[in-house]
């Protein structure tokens, strides 16, 4: 099933064991059962996992260390069987994300697993044109073998286009997410290729990677502009030879995998500063699919808070509250910085805040305490043309560039995206004012 995650449960094989792995199975989850956590090692060695789910009585401490040496990033909860509050503390003090006591309660074992990993079911809201466009790009190409490069702003559902494309391209496997930002090369490296015994200290097994465990699958690598030199030149060699070695092996390994890659970043400025492969860049950018930021999607806005605002209230046991209609104006008057994610975080706030019969514009808070309210927004469609006349089409062509511009935080994919103008269109306009000393807003 796409979008399946492995869990990995550890613990003596009693019943109380297996009647959560029956629930994990029933939420969703691919669950493999091993008796010792050295069994659970094997298991992710061979073929990786989303979370671990461990005994408390075992050793977690050791496990944990495991784990690190081998440059291996899954989450682990704790669970038992009337467990003391101290083990459950000593778990988590060793590591574990989170304690689940057993015998089992259906929704914390759903709980669990949802907090832990994020399954995004693939909820998409929208029809925007710029957005049905590119979903209509994506489903064309999804059946292909070409790369995908998705780009666009932070928090604007890349990882939704993505999951979109992949289900729509028929690959049996689950999509292989890999957060290539915040994570040392090191580990992304094994991460993504595995690598032999003794490639390095910490390296006591083999390990299969990413690349290997997707077979025919989908891999989806965020934020690749993160990735650094020596990833991007394997990467780019996998691509091109379609096999790669592990780590410290010469085995060559056969590449099926589709891979679809995302970023927020203006990939082409990072290739001119020397941080990104031209070549690379070339490979994964064989189709692009630009997703749209939330202020350039029009309705889509109401919908999506609208779809939120129910999904939430039902979520926290709270009843559902319609926008007013001056909460709808503002919601359309700030621009998003932070795109979708933003708005369902501050959409989850107002749920919680709102007493009334409706959610008001004095229930809208950002995540730092300010009121959208005191914030001084643009009006939309507040531009009088009057106060145009009497002035050049180049001037007002330029501070219509340089305002979107600095709407979209110097991002200039989407400020061309939202303009209708090609990025080489918007870097050529840009080039001529510098070259005329006036101030643009720098790339993200
Ligand atoms: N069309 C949509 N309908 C409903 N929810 C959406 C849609 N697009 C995005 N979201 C939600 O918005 C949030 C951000 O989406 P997503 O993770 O895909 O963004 P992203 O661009 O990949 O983020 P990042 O820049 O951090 O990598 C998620 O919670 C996602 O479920």
Redesign the pocket.
Known sequence: MPGTIRMILVGAPGSEFRRAAEMARDAGADVAMADTPAQALDFLREGGGDMVMIDVDADIAGFMASIRAERFTIPVLACGIQASAERAVAAIRAGARDYVPLPPQRELIAAAIASVI?R?AP????DHPA?ARAFALATAVAPTAAPILVT???????????RAIHEASGRANPLHVVECAGIGADVLESELFGHETGAFPGAVARRIGRLETAGGGTIFL??VGSLAPAIQARLLSALQEQRFTRIGGDELVPFRARLIA?T?MDLEAAVHTGSFRADLLVRLGLVRVE?PPLRARGG?LAQ?AT?FAERLSEADGIVVRPFSDATLVLLSRYAWPG???EL?DCIHRAVLLAKGTAIEPDDLVRSDGTRLLDLELAEPGGLQIESLVGRTVEEVERELILHTLERCHGNRTSASNILGISVRTMRNKLRTFIEAGIAVAPAP
């Open positions: 994020e995004k909820v998409r809201i929208g957005l666009g702003e932070k928090g604007s559902g890349k990882e939704v286009m993505a965020r934020e995302s927020g997703v889509d999506l779809h795109n979708i994610r369902e």
